[in-house]
């Protein structure tokens, strides 16, 4: 459906001679699509309005966010009244309604507007890269390219990655991340996936889109496990897992940590090799949830080893689009299986937020000034509050404004509500929510236009995960934070001060180690975690305490990050809820009760202060500074050490800067490991490291079966690309081959990586003679290295005018004819 079309029905439904759209008819372009979600939801309002279901006001804020979208006017019904209205609205000579920005004088015009994509420019597509997807998962999912070089980089490494290993993969909000887990589901002929992921919401999310993607003969072969699931569906699964007929398992850490039927099904199927990926989605959040409110994260450390034990040949992979430096050592310490360990770094600040900070004089001035960000700014809309309480004073402000149509959504918001909620958010039932940090991760609604933070984050990376539930299609959002800073930053302060003293953190692990509670193995020790402290057990109730199983569980992590003990177990008394954590100590002073092991705890402490001391600080700064600083800096300075400066616009610049445009988009060496020789090639390359066949590239069933013969990698020019789509079907389906374009070849070459295309390489150079003798220079290079052999395919002897020689005298190996090749 056309904008004019849409503006055509939005008249229409106004004049109440159309009931409403349909999303049924969203088209696939980005802008496109935003535009006429903005026009649905407007339809809802005027329907919800007409039904008394939403304020005037509601409907005003719709109106003018659809009109400041399309940039166009509307005739109006009697029934929608905007006289005196405080949203910007105004009557032309014509008599339509038309929408101004109508900001406050605080606000930052050329920042604000970019949300209601006003002059908004579709970035250029990036060309300089073949992106031609694998014939596996051209027949996976009908798929001919993917999304961007990232998104090729990172799937094609993780299918690359050998047996036994685990694998980091960093790939940017909106990269295509999922394609990662789907394409190692079905890389072979069998086997199980599982692809743990912190909500039911996204993990259902994560199947759905999953059997869109994927060709199978059966959708039951993809499916998601989670408490609330029906018994007999529950049963369906199991039966599934044992007769070897499920593929692609989604769930949760606690579905699968807490169900002891089906965890003995997992591992059972792990012992008979039938488990061959594990999976964890969002992975960041493996260190900062499982410090405290998600336990069962920590858990996935000795499940997953206790499963690689058995199992030596179990893949794991790591997916985030972020870590901090700190968090990928833990990650590798808790994961990794000795040096089985590979990062896949792509690494990058994104594209859409434009930062804005809004510094308030008092209390009252920064109420005043939240009431207007909330009429003005673009939505949908999220609103961030540091506590549950203070999300409903907001919601009650928001009402005192006439703003109706608003959902909280905290730590405090029951599981049913929480279902809700998310489903009528998707559904765009109503577009603000005001949420704690609760609200978040698996909440995958594309077209937020606003964050709003009405309070400061005590850390870059929290606030930068929040921030990123904006602009998830692509398109521009901003980034609003709204603060009186001689308070919300004192506030921020104390939220950093999560460390516990350092007596505190003896007394509690020599309170557990010491229990009659707590067991003690030959080489372990199995801790209590429910056990009163002993610095202060006479001020507790005999009932087990849960702040204390709290805190107690946060030592046992705390002293697990710092290398000084390692969990083997961990396990859930199904009646008490209580965890049982069996550990080894690495450390022995932690046996001791002595000076040494004091000045152990404190050195812990110590660094863990440091750490919150440090984010606190580049947090604070950056609000002090404010417009004197560009706001992203934050990031890329001093919280994710792989990206590099990236702002699209804040209070410190109106234009894009970006230090380094051309940096090639795999930002860490992969050093190893790489691919051996096919041993059935080695007649084709006789002695030498390369060869040459003479044959027209359209010739797709030749190159084909030369491909099938045991290449590891096809290099494509990218000036001569035609022959891709029919050479997809001339290769095996089976074939584990990566695709790769010149420029992408030699980038990764001068990057030293030769993890993507080590082994044996068909070089197409296509039907064009143009260049020919710089490319051949250039691909010829890789031959310095024992790490590759190249089989040059050329559709003739060209000859090259630079050094005036043919091409068969370049290069130093065998010349193949079409027949010898047949006869192979």
């Not at 199991?238 to 989604?250: G, H, T, V």
């Not at 904006?470 to 603060?483: A, I």
């Not at 290769?731 to 082994?759: C, K, P, Q």
Request: with cysteine; hydrophobic share 35%; glycine share 4%.
């Amino acid at each position: 459906m056309i904008k004019e079309q849409i503006q055509e029905c939005i008249q229409r439904i106004l004049d109440n001679e159309l009931g409403g759209i349909s999303t049924n008819n969203c088209p696939r372009g980005v802008i496109e699509k935003y535009r006429y979600m903005t026009a649905y939801r407007l339809s809802k309002y005027v329907n919800f309005y007409r039904t008394h279901r939403v304020s005037l006001d509601d409907l005003l804020i719709s109106l003018r966010n659809y009109l400041l979208v399309f940039q166009t006017a509307v005739r109006l019904p009697i029934d929608i009244d905007i006289t005196d209205n405080k949203y910007g609205l105004r009557i032309d000579s014509e008599g339509l309604c038309y929408a101004t920005l109508n900001l406050p004088e605080y606000l930052n015009v050329d920042i604000i507007k970019q949300g209601f994509m006003e002059d908004y420019i579709e970035p250029k597509k990036d060309e300089r890269y073949f992106l031609g997807v694998t014939p596996n998962i051209y027949r996976l999912t009908g798929f001919q390219r993917f999304k961007s070089i990232r998104q090729k980089l990172a799937v094609n490494g993780a299918l690359n990655m050998p047996e036994g290993y685990t694998a980091l993969v960093s790939l940017p909000t909106g990269g295509g991340k999922s394609l990662i887990t789907q394409t190692m589901a079905y890389q072979k002929k069998d086997g199980l996936t599982i692809t743990v992921v912190p909500t039911v919401s996204l993990a259902m999310d994560q199947v759905r889109v999953a059997k869109d993607n994927i060709r199978v003969a059966s959708k039951a072969e993809i499916a998601c496990y989670y408490s609330d699931l029906a018994s007999e569906e529950k049963r369906s699964i199991i039966d599934r897992i044992k007769n070897r007929k499920l593929r692609l398992l989604f769930i949760s850490p606690e579905a699968l940590i807490r169900n002891e039927v089906f965890k003995q099904v997992i591992e059972t199927a792990n012992d008979a090799g039938y488990l061959r990926n594990l999976i964890i989605d969002e992975a960041h959040i493996v260190i900062e949830w499982g410090n405290f409110f998600r336990v069962d994260y920590q858990c996935l450390e000795p499940w997953r080893n206790n499963l690689y034990e058995k199992n030596s040949k179990l893949k794991t992979v790591l997916l985030s689009a972020t870590y901090e430096r700190t968090t990928v050592k833990i990650l590798q310490s808790m994961f990794a299986s000795g040096d089985k360990w590979i990062e896949i770094r792509c690494d990058a600040l994104r594209r859409e937020p434009r930062f804005e900070l809004v510094s308030a004089t008092s209390y009252r001035d920064k109420n005043e000034k939240t009431r207007e960000l909330l009429r003005c700014l673009p939505r949908p809309m999220v609103v961030y509050v540091m506590r549950p309480n203070q999300a409903e004073k907001v919601k009650e402000m928001a009402a005192d404004i006439g703003i109706t149509n608003v959902e909280t959504f905290t730590g405090k918001t029951k599981s049913d509500e929480r279902s809700r909620i998310i489903e009528e958010w998707s559904e765009n039932k109503f577009d603000i929510i005001i949420a704690t940090s609760a609200f978040g991760v698996g909440v995958d609604k594309s077209d937020v236009r606003t964050v709003l933070h009405l309070y400061v984050p005590d850390n870059p990376n929290a606030y930068y995960q929040e921030l990123g539930r904006g602009g998830r299609d692509g398109l521009p959002c901003l980034s609003v934070m709204c603060v009186y800073p001689e308070e919300d930053l004192e506030s921020a302060f104390v939220m950093t001060d999560k460390v516990l003293g350092s007596e505190k953190i003896l007394g509690r692990w020599e309170s557990m180690l010491n229990s009659h509670t707590s067991t003690r193995g030959i080489d372990s020790y199995t801790l209590d975690t429910s056990v009163k402290p002993n610095y202060n057990s006479v001020d507790y109730a005999e009932d087990t305490s849960t702040v204390d199983q709290k805190w107690n569980i946060y030592v046992i992590l705390l002293l697990r990050r710092y290398n000084l003990i390692k969990i083997l177990d961990m396990v859930v008394d199904p009646h008490t809820q209580v965890y049982f954590i069996r550990i080894s100590i690495l450390d022995k002073r932690l046996l001791q009760t002595s000076e040494d092991t004091k000045l152990l705890i404190e050195d812990v402490r110590t660094k863990e202060w440091n750490k919150n001391e440090r984010d606190f600080k580049t947090m604070s700064r950056s609000v002090k500074l404010g417009k004197r600083m560009c706001w992203s800096e934050m990031f890329f300075n001093s919280t994710y050490s792989m990206v590099s400066e990236y702002c699209a616009g804040c209070d410190n610049h109106k234009n894009i800067v970006e230090s380094d445009p051309n940096r090639f988009e795999l930002v860490k060496k992969i050093p190893a490991p790489t691919r051996n020789f096919s041993v059935e090639l080695n007649n084709m390359f006789a002695s030498s490291n390369e060869a040459i066949l003479f044959a027209d590239s359209d010739n797709t069933e030749l190159i084909g079966n030369v491909i099938n013969r045991g290449f590891s990698t096809v290099i494509i020019n990218d000036d001569d690309q035609s022959s891709y789509f029919n050479l997809l079907n001339s290769i095996s389906e089976w074939t584990d081959v990566n695709l790769l374009g010149m420029n992408e070849f030699v980038r990764l070459v001068e990057h030293g990586d030769y993890y993507f295309f080590a082994g044996d390489a068909v070089v197409l150079y296509g039907n064009k003679d143009l260049g020919i003798y710089k490319k051949i220079s250039r691909l010829r290079k890789t031959l310095q290295t024992d790490e590759i052999r190249l089989l040059h395919v050329f559709k003739e002897d060209i000859f090259c005018n630079e050094i005036g020689k043919t091409v068969s005298s370049i290069v130093d190996g065998p010349v193949l004819e079409e027949y010898l090749i047949e006869r192979m």
